[in-house]
């Protein structure tokens, strides 16, 4: 079955910086849009960042633009973030999500569009 698995979470002070990653398995990787989503407590998941199969395009939520990096490596069928300035506010669980786009490089903010999610992993960030 599809797995996805996150790493790299932890707990770390505001301005400093974190690295997630999303391994999977069993998914045909260059056929899937990758998104980054967060919740944090009592709150709606939200979409974090997303990229398209190929690379190219991206998104990021208005809040997080300009500090994370998503990227992808579709040898290692591995996608990540890379979370730089962080703060407060970015404590969350974070999830990657795949979302089945065959060669189209269309990318989708919602978490409707999103078929396949991992576990999540804990980001704290202290202030």
């Known amino acids: 079955q599809v797995r996805l698995v996150e790493s790299g979470g932890g707990l770390v002070q505001a301005g400093g910086s974190l690295s997630l990653s999303c391994a999977t398995s069993?998914?045909?990787?260059?056929?899937?849009?990758m998104a980054w989503f967060r919740q944090a407590p009592g709150k709606e998941r939200e979409i974090v960042a997303v990229?398209?199969?190929?690379?190219?395009?991206?998104y990021y939520t208005e809040s997080v633009k300009g500090r994370f990096t998503i990227s992808r490596d579709n040898a290692e069928n591995t996608v990540y973030l890379q979370m730089n300035s962080l703060k407060p506010e970015d404590t969350a669980v974070y999830y990657c999500a795949a979302d089945f786009t065959g060669s189209s490089v269309r990318i989708h903010t919602s978490r409707d569009d999103y078929s396949y999610w991992g576990q999540g992993t804990q980001v704290t960030v202290s202030s």
């Open positions: 069993r998914l045909t990787f260059s056929n899937y849009a």
């Open positions: 990229i398209a199969w190929s690379g190219s395009p991206t």
